[in-house]
């Protein structure tokens, strides 16, 4: 129902910003704003995908991992089937593969259900 490719990966130093871009293709008869949002990350160590961020079908309501709070920004544009990440004051930990996922509620995506793009690299040195 939806497709999701994400951009806007790089390699940056230490308290350099990037901002990641998730945009979908959605079927015909349903809307991108009946979707709520995520993003999740995984490690180079290979570890479970761990959610970043995620946000509201409307965009009004956002939620954070605690070690992102301060430096990360969700956002998302409905007339362009388009959600953001603002990553700013970026640290050596935050090295991770970066996953958007689109799904009926922000449990269905941290459950590993919903529609998953394939990934940017996000890598940062010290």
């Known amino acids: 129902q939806v497709q999701l490719v994400e951009s806007g990966g790089g390699l940056v130093q230490a308290g350099e910003s990037l901002r990641l871009s998730c945009v979908a293709s959605v079927a015909s008869g349903h809307s991108f704003s009946s979707y709520s949002m995520a993003w999740f990350r995984q490690t180079p160590a290979g570890e479970e995908r761990e959610f970043v961020a995620?946000?509201?079908?409307?965009?009004?309501?956002?939620y954070y991992q605690d070690s992102v709070k301060g430096r990360f920004t969700i956002s998302r544009d409905n007339t362009k089937n388009t959600m953001y990440l603002q990553m700013d004051n970026l640290k050596p930990e935050d090295t991770a593969v970066y996953y958007c996922?689109?799904?009926?509620?922000?449990?269905?995506?941290?459950?590993?259900?919903?529609?998953w793009g394939q990934g940017t690299q996000v890598t940062v040195s010290s």
């Open positions: 995620g946000i509201s079908q409307s965009g009004g309501t956002t």
């Open positions: 996922a689109a799904g009926p509620a922000i449990v269905t995506l941290t459950d590993g259900g919903g529609s």
